[in-house]
């Protein structure tokens, strides 16, 4: 029995082979690209996520009547590169590790931003939180603070007005304690006990008792 060869289909026969050319302007994943065949409009490939700019090395492929932008082989200018995915973007790095090297200044804008995590850990040498309204749920919390620096050296806090309430128990322990009131000082409580192991001094130019 004799084997024929399967014939080719015809339209992949007479498909054109891919052009190299440099984009030239275009807007709305439509450009102007020069090539040896002369000026062509490509649209954009979806698989393209990269955004073209003026000068970019591309790489056009045409599939019937339509050229396609495939892929920037190379940019002569030092531009960041800007991706545009129009219809959302879903990354699955698959991976155990992800490593962002060298990776500069990286800025994330967005209208909302969750991130879900079983461990974080941020090791920086400089950091600024800046915003309106903080909320935090946290079960348990533990700082390990080695220096607090703010105005100096020392711990320096400024507010108008600071109003605190604990159902149960605040507890202070601390090796000296200094508060310094400039207006009036007034201490209410329904049963009151001032201890101290050695001595206990009171000054003022009236006291009243009672």
Not at 112 to 123: D, F
Request: overall charge neutral.
């Amino acid at each position: 029995m004799s084997s024929q060869p399967i014939a080719s289909d015809p339209v992949l026969h007479h498909t054109a082979a891919p052009l190299e050319g440099y984009v030239q302007g275009g807007k709305n994943d439509h450009w102007l690209v020069t090539t040896s065949s002369g000026l062509i409009r490509a649209t954009q490939a979806f698989s393209c996520l990269v955004q073209p700019v003026l000068g970019d090395k591309v790489l056009l492929q045409q599939v019937g009547d339509q050229w396609y932008l495939l892929a920037i082989l190379e940019r002569q200018q030092p531009l960041p590169m800007q991706l545009n995915a129009k219809h959302g973007l879903n990354i699955n790095l698959g991976g155990k590790d992800c490593h962002w090297q060298n990776a500069g200044r990286w800025q994330l804008n967005a209208e909302t931003t969750q991130i879900q995590t079983q461990h974080a850990e941020m090791t920086t040498q400089t950091a600024q939180v800046r915003g309106q309204q903080l909320t935090q749920h946290w079960q348990q919390v533990r700082n390990l603070i080695q220096d607090l620096w703010h105005s100096g050296q020392t711990i320096w806090q400024q507010v108008r007005q600071s109003i605190s309430r604990v159902d149960e128990v605040e507890q202070k322990d601390c090796g000296h304690q200094i508060q310094r009131v400039r207006g009036n000082m007034t201490l209410h409580s329904e049963q009151g006990s001032i201890t101290s192991n050695k001595d206990l001094r009171i000054d003022a130019e009236r006291i009243h008792m009672g």
